[in-house]
């Protein structure tokens, strides 16, 4: 399936970098990482299918689908080899990306995700009520999860009106992509130079989280960013953007 996506900066820079987005998002969210990193090289932001411009088939999805959505647009795209950073549902597509078509990644950073998420019954109730109700009925509750409670209330509206927007049949889907989603056994075979950003406040996927997958994937470390929650890279891009800059230089 070929994703809508955002294709920034020069062409002729190196290794490419693919950024995918969290459950209720579009390429919006990555604004501040798109801005800086793709001034120094080409920079592909993807709207998971079911969200933003993407195409919104009847689910419910997996993890492996999506994954294989993203490869088939960089197929379309001509890029063969590319850097991964994915943050939340993105992160595990990212995941997905490394043991599937481990050939394609040539680096890879993991944003407030996990192996396994927690509190499952939580995305399965979400999925209901997104169908029966739309997602506007949701956004408001999921957004306090993205940011702390002193996070700028401009900021904190706009991200609300990303995850209010998002066709409900896509979220739904994806919520039920999550609950399926288990790489804890698999993380030993990630061989990709591997960061991984948690936030110090994250309720979604709180840094332990974080521990188990830079414990299980060879030689991939771990960063806490301090005052942050779920949407780390939106609410403190001077500390993330800098990690995922300093990741790339030394990895790509």
Same mark, same amino acid.
């Given at each position: ?7 920034? $900066?020069? &062409?002729?820079?190196?290794? #490419? ?5 969290? @459950?209720?998002? *579009?390429?919006?969210?990555?604004? #501040? ?18 969200? $933003? ?5 009847? $689910?419910? =999805? ?10 088939? %647009? ?6 063969? &080899? /590319? ?6 549902? !993105? ?28 509190? @499952?019954? *939580? ?10 109700? !739309? ?8 957004? *306090? ?19 209010? /927007?998002?066709?409900?049949? $896509? =979220? ?21 130079? *591997? ?9 979604? %996927?709180?840094?332990?989280? !974080? ?6 994937? #060879?030689?991939? &470390? ?11 890279? =939106?609410?403190? #891009? ?15």
């Amino acid at each position: 399936m070929r994703l809508h996506l955002t294709d920034e $900066g020069p &062409r002729d820079s190196g290794t #490419p970098l693919v950024l995918l987005c969290s @459950l209720g998002s *579009t390429v919006d969210m990555w604004a #501040p990482q798109r801005e800086e990193l793709a001034r120094e090289r080409r920079v592909v932001t993807m709207d998971t299918r079911g969200h $933003g411009g993407s195409p919104v088939p009847a $689910g419910p =999805y997996t993890v492996a689908e999506l994954a294989d959505d993203v490869v088939e %647009t960089l197929d379309d795209l001509g890029i063969g &080899r /590319a850097a991964f950073a994915g943050l939340s549902l !993105g992160g595990a597509m990212s995941q997905a990306i490394a043991l599937r078509a481990p050939d394609r990644v040539v680096s890879l950073a993991l944003l407030c995700t996990a192996a396994r998420f927690g509190n @499952l019954a *939580t995305f399965s109730d979400r999925a209901v009520k997104a169908r029966a109700e !739309g997602v506007e009925a949701i956004a408001a509750g999921v957004v *306090t999860r993205w940011f702390t409670a002193d996070a700028d209330e401009d900021m904190v509206a706009r991200m609300q009106a990303m995850i209010a /927007a998002t066709p409900p049949e $896509g =979220y739904a889907s994806c919520c039920e992509a999550i609950v399926g989603w288990d790489s804890r056994a698999d993380l030993g075979r990630i061989s990709a130079p *591997t960061l991984v950003i948690s936030g110090a406040e994250d309720p979604a %996927t709180p840094p332990a989280d !974080g521990e188990v997958l830079a414990d299980g994937i #060879p030689g991939a &470390r771990l960063e806490v960013v301090p005052d942050a929650a779920h949407l780390a890279s =939106y609410q403190r #891009p001077d500390v993330v953007t800098g990690l995922l800059a300093e990741h790339l230089k030394a990895s790509s």
